[in-house]
Nanobody
């Protein structure tokens, strides 16, 4: 059974930092490409960042310079370090796994497995 479990969400003040983790089980993690998406109420899934199995990273314009994605294959974990958070970053954050390679990893419909999400709230 494949499981993606996010952790690290919560309430943070604007300008602060937060570190999200996603622990994966039930699949050969090192063969999968991993992404982070977010979803605000009433909005569609928004791509945040991705890291492929070759350790190349991809980021949305909104995340560049503020967010960093990394992975630890020995722990089956992908991490999203978020700095300089803004109220508009408030959303439920999801990690997702995709087996096939892609050019951008930014399409939510391309992913095979999803976690249940963790809420991030950035206060003013």
């Amino acid at each position: 059974q494949v499981e993606l479990v996010e952790s690290g969400g919560g309430l943070v003040q604007a300008g602060g930092s937060q570190r999200l983790s996603c622990r994966v089980s039930g699949l050969p993690f090192e063969r999968y490409n991993m992404g982070w998406f977010r979803k605000a109420p009433g909005e569609a899934y928004e791509f945040v960042a991705a890291i492929d199995r070759g350790l190349s990273t991809y980021s949305a314009d909104s995340a560049k310079g503020r967010f960093a994605i990394s992975r630890d294959n020995s722990k089956n974990t992908v991490t999203l370090q978020m700095n300089s958070l803004k109220p508009e970053d408030t959303a439920v954050y999801y990690c997702a796994a995709r087996y096939l390679p892609s050019d951008t990893y930014s399409r939510s419909t391309d992913y095979d497995y999803w976690g249940q999400g963790t809420q991030v709230t950035v206060s003013t």
